[in-house]
């Protein structure tokens, strides 16, 4: 099959961003809609670090749609991934048929073929589902030309693929319409916003969790008092405080409410029957760290948050992110040989002064980090320009069929 197949329109890559709440969604009110029990909070991640790429190419030429997730064939007709490309082509149709010129060129009858790739774990709890979802809404609007309100299209992939849909600091509004019409993403600042604030990810396990999000919360919602009490009774007034530490850059305040949600999201796992354990040894180690490491400082410098994972998420400021990868490396000391320990962003080598040593007072845990990822709040999802980058060939297959999820 030759180029000259593709219409101009018909070959889009994008990239879309991780995403790591700092108010947690745990819990659906509807699992068809994917509606929430609570609004959320989260912080983009900078794609310089974490992204997902997908490139989506339609042509006559396809008998049938297709998708590849990190180089293997998946199956194209997961309900969630069908919400998703049917919205889409609702919406691409709608536009059409209102004469808009930007759908008009693509035949929507054409099926599509869907690469997608990470350049980090899948289902490890660093919100993959998030990031791919959003970036296969991002590219399959590009592709037909739909413009607009798209958080709730993503919404429908995968709840938390809403706030990957906009930079910076988002908020996910839980809505209260039965349709779900309301239950949008939007931006509370952009990544510019709080340029000193560093956010870490420490890597304990790269493994998938052996409770996947989707069924934990189901079995959450049906059997914990304290998840009903935590969205009614805590979060909206949390949502309002965090909101606030954000637009005053008040780390503090943002540090330990951060902190309170991630146990209170945890609590409400162990309080789920049977419970669900999510943290490991070194999960709770880190969280002793940081607890340690703030009391001796006398105020909150670090703050901790997991996902529905053991790796630990950690918000700083850019002044403290030398001294506590030093602390990690003291007490978490990586394997000589092996991968990279430390990625991202450049940290700089400084001395851990003893009394700080001896106020932390841990044992070290050899290897329990894999490695760490520095990073920043960063923009949503964009297009990919360079044609070079294009993960689908000139024939719609996959360049890189052998590439290792």
């Known amino acids: 099959m030759s180029d000259e197949k593709f219409n101009v329109k018909s070959l889009v890559t994008c990239t879309a961003p991780v995403n790591i709440a700092v108010i947690k969604y745990w819990g659906k009110r509807n699992e068809g809609l994917i509606l929430p029990i609570n609004s959320s909070l989260s912080v983009t991640l900078h794609q310089d670090q974490l992204k997902t790429t997908t490139t989506v190419a339609s042509s006559r030429h396809f008998k049938e749609d297709r998708i590849w997730l990190n180089g293997k064939e998946d199956n194209i007709n997961h309900p969630r991934l069908q919400s998703c490309l049917r ?22 009858s054409h ?3 869907i690469c997608s790739i990470n350049n980090f774990p899948t289902a490890a709890g660093l919100a993959s589902s998030a990031a791919g979802y959003a970036c296969l809404v991002y590219t399959l609007a590009r592709l037909y030309g739909v413009e607009g309100e798209l958080s709730e299209v993503a919404r429908q992939g995968s709840g938390s693929a809403c706030r990957s849909m906009y930079g910076g600091f988002v908020q996910w509004i839980m809505g209260d319409k039965p349709d779900g019409k309301d239950s949008i993403a939007e931006q509370i600042q952009p990544e510019t916003h709080w340029p000193e604030l560093r956010v870490l990810i420490l890597v304990v396990s790269a493994e998938r969790k052996p409770v996947g999000s989707t069924a934990g919360m189901q079995t959450s919602v049906q059997t914990s008092p304290l998840l009903k ?12 405080e965090m909101i606030a530490a954000i637009r005053q850059r008040d780390f503090e305040t943002f540090g330990e409410l951060t902190m309170k949600d991630s146990n209170q999201f945890h609590a409400t796992c162990l309080d789920t029957y049977p419970p669900i354990f999510y943290l490991n040894d070194v ?87 894999s490695y760490i990822i520095n990073t920043k709040a960063g923009p949503g999802p964009r297009v990919v320009e360079d044609t070079s980058l294009h993960l689908l060939g000139s024939d719609g297959l996959p360049k890189h069929l052998k590439q290792s999820a």
Request: net charge positive.
């Open 87 to 108: 919205e889409i082509r609702r919406l691409a149709r709608k536009r059409s048929s209102d004469g808009d010129n930007n759908s008009e060129k693509l035949n929507l």
């Open 111 to 113: 099926k599509v073929h």
């Open 229 to 240: 009490y935590r969205a009614e009774s805590v979060v909206p007034e949390r949502m309002k």
């Open 283 to 369: 999960s709770k180690r880190i969280i002793s760290l940081v607890h340690r490491y703030n009391t001796y400082y006398g105020r909150t410098r670090l703050a901790y948050t997991f996902d529905a994972g053991p790796n630990a998420v950690v918000y700083t400021l850019e002044e403290h992110v030398d001294e506590f990868v030093e602390l990690i490396k003291q007490y978490f000391p990586p394997e000589t040989n092996g991968e990279q320990f430390l990625k991202g962003l450049a940290v700089s080598p400084v001395s851990v002064t003893e009394e700080l040593k001896s106020a932390i007072g841990m044992e070290s845990c050899p290897r329990g980090i």
